[in-house]
């Protein structure tokens, strides 16, 4: 099927959606926005600076039409959720947003009710618009780059004002192999120093739950679930974390979750391979002191 990628000039997340149009094609086409090199091989490749999603919807429903596109490809991103309702009410097409798999005759798979739940659908109708979840594909390695062409955008509809990018310090929360994650349950934002120095050992990322980042103790760009990173980390460790369905849809795809709370009845015992029913307090400096004797 011709398939098109949409996505930011991001290594990661262009590997994520190479990966998924091979189920569908060989070679897909790519709209690239942002500016750089456009990384691996592609059939047709567009570029364009713009990245409002609405002063891209014209210039890329044309494109598609023109082209005859059959399946459309974003991220679960800012910019995936932005064009996908906009593009299907244009191009009239259906879209299916937060796929997490792909299966023969155009099956989709959908979580839903923060992960207790999948659904899954049947695409009969082309075009189509997917939104696929981050780190549930596994990125394809890409070499080389594509020339482009511009893709012309017009007269801008919306003008962006000012753009602030947060720094966060160490190993982004997205590529940590070990994450320590606290929660509401910390009590207190000094006692994250103790989930650092744990972090720090493990060469792994220290994250949040929503609860912690309302209460102000830890920035929104270390909140992990649905509403904040998609992660899956090789060791997951929740700590004070209740395990609310919407965390734990934001750590589906973690390979080992390990879960401390002096509640035994916490959700975060559910899904976690290991748990401790204890105070992290006397818990977490016995792990760090352990793994520090064990280097």
Not at 176 to 194: K, Y
Not at 227 to 239: E, L, S
Request: some cysteine.
């Amino acid at each position: 099927m011709k398939t098109l990628i949409i996505e930011n000039i991001d290594l990661k997340k262009i590997g994520e959606l190479m990966t998924v149009s091979r189920l569908f094609c060989d070679t897909p086409d790519i709209i690239a926005l942002g500016d750089g090199e456009i990384p691996g091989s592609f059939g047709r490749a567009w570029q364009s600076a713009a990245t409002v999603s609405a002063n891209l919807v014209v210039p890329i429903t044309q494109l598609i039409q023109q082209e005859g596109y059959e399946v459309i490809l974003m991220s679960v991103s800012t910019l995936g959720t932005g064009l996908a309702g906009p593009l299907s009410a244009a191009l009239s097409a259906p879209v299916i947003t937060e796929v997490t798999a792909i299966h023969p005759d155009m099956v989709v798979d959908r979580p839903v009710y923060g992960g207790k739940a999948i659904i899954k659908y049947k695409i009969e109708s082309t075009p189509s618009l997917l939104t696929i979840r981050r780190k549930y594909f596994e990125p394809e390695a890409l070499a080389g780059t594509t020339p482009s062409v511009p893709l012309e955008t017009g007269d801008e509809k919306v003008t962006l004002v000012s753009e602030k990018i947060e720094q966060t310090e160490g190993i982004p929360l997205e590529d940590a192999a070990v994450i320590v994650s606290g929660g509401r349950g910390m009590g207190d934002p000094e006692n994250f120093a103790l989930l650092q120095e744990m972090a720090d050992l493990l060469n792994g990322a220290v994250g949040a739950s929503r609860g912690a980042v309302d209460e102000g103790w830890a920035s929104p760009t270390r909140q992990i679930g649905q509403t904040g990173k998609i992660v899956a980390p090789d060791v997951y460790f929740a700590v004070g974390i209740s395990g609310a369905s919407q965390h734990l849809a934001g750590i589906a795809n973690s390979k080992c979750v390990v879960g401390i709370n002096k509640d035994e009845e916490a959700n975060i015992f559910n899904r976690a391979r290991f748990g401790i029913v204890s105070d992290y307090k006397k818990i977490v400096p016995l792990l760090t002191q352990a793994i520090r004797e064990d280097r």
